[in-house]
């Protein structure tokens, strides 16, 4: 029934009364553009209140369920009036029948609109049929229709129909409706699975039970299957159903990819295949199969695979090395970093695949991307050339044309040494070895330190590249946080490969990232690390060649000249903080690729002067609205190649497995504090003494300027010392004037023996000289290594981006919330993220090991009280429901000793409990 009474949103479900206040009907929905509304009429409801009523009264007590019968044909109708039935075919005897028959004002007839394929009215009634009658009686309304069918489960009925004026008798098995719609599904790394309904396969014209992908989750996503997909096969096999992917599943070992195909309602004549890679990481919990349990409501979750299967046996010894054994070696006992690996790689077979998928998408910008895939077009290189000819780890162009002289009966070799003598600049050809092409995805349900994207792509170059080891650094608005799955892709070798970030630098730009060499088979002796060459600095009007990759892998470069050598980076504070570099400078070219195009400076011979980075940042309009934006520029190669030094020569510092061996990690010493610089000229009109403006332009006649204080990050030791717009003048009385020099002042601090870690700082502030001892800090490059997933919503120590803020909570800190999901209680009661939990029932929670034990003593239905302070130092007191049954607590942590990150369950049900 239509009305024009204009309810709004929010009010379906509610009773439509008459003038005697009895329920006539239900309110259905409306349409949002009008007033006008559509009612349910209550007659099947009445239908299904008695069946419920007389169930209760058959039993004495409320059952455990009721079983209401509805039928279908997988057919739908729709009624059109008699001028339309006439045009369709239908017969004048058989309209005045049917006229007589019926109720007076009857206007129209029943037409078949479509049919379900492999339904019990497939190949029996076709678009266009005309209903005439049902079980010999005259059927012109659904809701005589719906009883017919309700009341025939199981049986057959008689169907007399018209096509094209032709009548027709079909005999049709009448289907239970609930067998075909889903009690179950599958849920794997985030992805939803199960049965295609009948509601969706009358949308997409498929046949029902089609393993049918309602959210792609992680693992497909990545793989770009998107939702609504069909999966037809899985490494190889067919999938009818869903008992079949699950076997399948069963079967494989994490980080294993296998291809897939599937098939869209929009392309439905065509197969798509992807290649799928199962989750190396415990980002997800086991795959598990929830079931519709009737008599309480909820659903049920119990394991979908045995505890015993290759998926989730290797879940436990993927990666895992016995520490204590003698058989993992560690860089103390053998440092020289180009030894013999004893480490084998179990998934050495996965690692080596080389398919291919013509199921591809090219994106727009090279760096972020959420919804496709870079094309990946590579040159072939035989591998009888990397087998016979090795590439050295360093050197130029000469070193490799030497090698390429020592074989000259090979016929491919000469393949190789065209490519070599191409029309490419003498540093594209160099360097084009040790090109990297990165393709980085974050799973959703771990997005932390603020990242705002779940994909990225990015151009990386090879610094290290032994028999046992490689390393490739690449800027951070590509790898922006440790808790990713990495792929690499090689510009001097046709295959991907998985890496892992090592190490994560809290200042610069720049992150490194690890990939097994072995893993590279024959490609591992045509694959070389770039020279570096940190010395010379490069000055204005030096000339460079920006070489990088592009979308289809092939090196591509220009000549360019330095205009800026040290430009100061400004980057603010995102409306979400993350990741920004601060106190660094850079260097600007006249000439560029544009913003998405990242890559390396490197001089004539191809030595690595600079990487050149993309930053992330984020422009504002107006008062509320704000737009992501990358720009690039260069970072110097220093920075990189002394933490390569450190790594090399097995500096101090936490222990760390990467490839089967443990390794040492450098530690980074900082003074935390957010610095800009101020042009003499300007420092003087605020005070600054001539002697001091004569000492620190006599330091650096290029710069000439200051380094003020913008802001200290919050907690760390320089926070009560230093304050904002102070002037720093000096340390141990040297001058300062840029960046540079308070890292070395750091660097100092750890050479030397005996060293409390504090700087003697001559600072400038408000009109005095002031001498300080500002202590500094001292971080790892590990990034954030642990969350708590409690009630929906992400939870963290607060990250380095929200510490530059300059607050935190006085009462003890608190954990910092990161990301919520849709769905869970958190966003039921508004506790969204940005903002620092402080107390739970008036428990104090400063760190995320006290909170854990609190949240460990709520139980499942408990009403919650939640003292929070937001970001703005806003404070605010609310509550919320904790739900265990959907929603447990939880915690991810990485662990070093394996290099692999653990997911491990902290209150849940029994029943949602693998």
């Given amino acids: 029934m239509q009305a024009a009474s204009g309810t709004k949103g929010g009010s379906s479900g509610s009773p439509v009364v008459d003038c005697q206040g009895r329920a006539v009907a239900l309110n259905a929905g409306s349409k949002s553009s009008s007033a006008s509304a559509f009612f349910l009429p209550l007659e099947r409801v009445v239908r299904a209140l008695n069946l419920i009523r007389d169930s209760w009264d058959g039993f004495g007590t409320k059952p455990e369920s009721v079983y209401i019968p509805r039928g279908t044909l997988q057919a739908t109708f729709q009624h059109k009036g008699f001028e339309e039935t006439r045009r369709l075919g239908l017969r004048n005897e058989t309209e005045q029948m049917v006229r007589v028959v019926s109720p007076a004002g009857e206007t129209g007839m029943l037409v078949v609109d479509s049919v379900v394929p492999e339904g019990p009215a497939h190949k029996h009634l076709e678009p266009g049929d005309v209903l005439v009658r049902i079980n010999e009686e005259v059927v012109t309304q659904f809701l005589r229709l719906e009883t017919l069918l309700d009341d025939s489960v199981g049986r057959k009925i008689d169907l007399e129909i018209e096509r094209g004026g032709v009548p027709l008798t079909v005999k049709l098995q009448v289907e239970d409706l609930h067998s075909i719609t889903p009690n179950h599904f599958l849920e794997v790394s985030g992805a939803v699975i199960h049965p295609l309904s009948y509601q969706q396969a009358r949308n ?6 089609l393993v049918y992908v309602a959210e792609a989750g992680y693992m497909l996503s990545r793989a770009s299957v998107p939702r609504h997909a069909i999966i037809k096969k899985l490494a190889g096999e067919d999938i009818a159903n869903l008992d079949d992917l699950i076997a399948v599943l069963s079967k494989l070992a994490r980080g294993s990819r296998v291809p897939l195909e599937y098939v869209r309602y929009t392309d439905r004549h065509r197969n798509k295949s992807v290649l799928v890679t199962i989750d190396q990481h415990e980002w997800y919990a086991p795959p598990q199969l929830y079931t519709r349990n009737d008599a ?3 659903w049920t979750a119990k394991p979908a695979i045995a505890s015993e299967s290759p998926f989730l046996a290797s879940a436990h010894h993927a990666n895992h090395v016995d520490t204590n054994s003698n058989s993992v070696p560690s860089l103390s006992e053998s440092s020289p970093m180009d030894l013999k690996c004893q480490y084998d790689s179990e998934n050495l077979a996965d690692g080596c695949i080389k398919m291919q998928t013509d199921d591809e998408i090219v994106v727009d910008g090279s760096h972020s991307s959420e919804d496709s895939l870079v094309e990946k077009k590579r040159r072939r290189v035989d591998e009888e050339i990397a087998a016979e000819g090795t590439l050295p780890s360093y050197g130029d162009l000469e070193d490799v044309k030497g090698d390429l002289l020592r074989h000259p009966s090979n016929g491919e070799g000469s393949d190789l040494a065209r490519t070599i003598s191409s029309n490419a600049s003498l540093a594209e050809q160099v360097i084009e ?38 390393l490739v650094a690449v800027d951070r608005n590509t790898v922006a946080v440790s808790i990713s799955d990495i792929m690499l892709s090689f510009a001097a070798y046709p295959i991907e490969i998985p890496g892992e970030v090592v190490f994560l630098h809290p200042v610069h730009n720049f992150a490194l990232v690890a990939y097994d060499p072995s893993a590279l088979g024959a490609g591992a002796s045509v694959v070389r690390a770039a020279k570096l060459l940190p010395e010379p600095a490069l000055r204005r009007g030096d000339s460079v060649y920006l070489v990088g990759l592009s979308r289809s892998l092939q090196a591509t470069s220009r000549k360019s000249i330095i205009t800026n050598p040290c430009t100061a980076v400004n980057i603010g504070s995102a409306d979400c903080p993350r990741y920004r570099a601060i106190n660094m400078e850079v260097i600007e070219l006249d000439t560029d690729f544009g913003s998405s195009f990242s890559g390396i400076l490197t001089d004539e011979q191809g030595r690595v002067q600079a990487l050149w980075a993309s930053f992330s940042t984020q422009l504002k309009y107006g008062c509320s609205s704000s737009e992501d934006h990358q720009f690039v520029r260069g970072i110097p190669i220093y920075a990189i190649s002394q933490v390569l030094e450190k790594i090399i020569s097995g500096t101090r510092g936490p222990f760390r497995l990467i490839n089967g061996m443990k390794r040492p990690m450098p530690f980074v010493r900082l003074l935390e504090v957010e610095l800009y610089p101020t042009l003499l000229s300007k420092a003087r009109s605020y005070g600054l003494s001539d002697n001091w403006v004569q000492a620190l332009a006599k330091k650096d006649p290029v710069r000439r300027q200051v380094l003020r204080v913008k802001g200290c990050l919050a907690g760390s030791k320089a926070e009560n010392l230093l304050e904002q717009g102070d002037m720093i003048l000096a340390i141990n009385k040297e001058p300062i004037t840029c960046f540079l020099d308070i890292e070395k002042a750091c660097q100092e601090l750890d050479q030397s023996i005996g060293s409390d870690g504090v700087l003697n700082m001559t600072i400038f502030r408000q009109g005095k000289e002031i001498d300080l001892i500002v202590g500094t800090d001292v971080r790892d490059g590990n990034g954030t290594t642990r969350m708590v997933n409690w009630c929906g919503c992400i939870i963290q120590d607060p990250h380095s981006a929200v510490r530059a803020l300059g607050f935190l909570p006085e009462e003890g800190h608190g954990v910092y919330v990161a990301r919520w999901c849709h769905g869970s209680p958190v966003h039921r009661y508004g506790l969204y993220a940005l903002q620092w939990i402080i107390e739970i029932n008036g428990q104090p929670t400063p760190d995320l090991e006290t909170f854990i034990q609190v949240v460990k003593g709520l139980e499942d239905g408990e009403f919650v009280r939640v003292r929070t302070v937001h970001l703005n130092g806003k404070p605010r007191v609310l509550t919320l429901k904790q739900d265990l049954h959907y929603w447990p607590t939880w915690e991810l942590s990485f662990e070093p000793e394996t290099a692999t990150w653990r997911r491990r369950t902290i209150k849940a049900l029994q029943s949602t409990t693998s």
């Avoid at 997409?204 to 039970?209: D, L, T």
């Avoid at 151009?459 to 590249?465: A, K, L, N, Q, S």
């Fill in 433 to 470: 070895p040790a090109l990297v092409m990165f393709e980085v995805h974050v799973p959703p349900v771990c997005m932390l330190d603020g990242v705002h994207s779940q994909h990225f792509f990015g151009t990386g170059v090879v610094i290290h590249h032994s028999d046992c080891l490689g």
């Fill in 204 to 209: 997409f014209r498929f046949k029902c039970g």
């Fill in 296 to 298: 309480t409501g909820l």
